[in-house]
């Protein structure tokens, strides 16, 4: 059973910079794994924004934060990062990591942590 915990979100002003980390808890491999970055802000719905794959760490990004954002990973931690520079308020939400066996924008993924909150306001 892979267990995620979401750390490293907070309140930023536009502009700004947060780096979120996703550790996984039980003792599962996350290397294994893709892990998926994920956000839902209020009255919308969940969205995805970054995976890594666990196969040779290929990275996939919405159209939404590629160029702003950077998704990595540390197996040696098991743990997985989500990189994020150039902040705008519409990137306000709560932000998940999950992890399946490849890298989907589809909300199928097996584990999911409990989600960390970003706010960007000034």
């Known amino acids: 059973q892979v267990q995620l915990v979401e750390s490293g979100g907070g309140w930023v002003q536009p502009g700004g910079s947060l780096r979120l980390s996703c550790t996984e808890s039980s003792g599962a491999t996350l290397g294994y794994y893709a892990v998926g970055w994920f956000r839902q802000a209020p009255g919308k719905e969940r969205e995805g924004v970054a995976c890594i794959s666990g196969y040779d760490a290929s990275t996939y990004y919405a159209d939404s934060v590629k160029g702003r954002f950077s998704v990595s990973r540390d197996n040696a931690k098991n743990a997985a990062y989500l990189q994020m520079n150039s902040l705008k308020p519409e990137d306000t939400a709560v932000y998940y990591c999950?992890?399946?066996?490849?890298?989907?924008?589809?909300?199928?993924?097996?584990?999911w942590g409990q989600g960390t909150p970003v706010t960007v306001s000034s």
């Open positions: 999950a992890a399946r066996s490849y890298c989907s924008f589809k909300y199928d993924y097996n584990y």
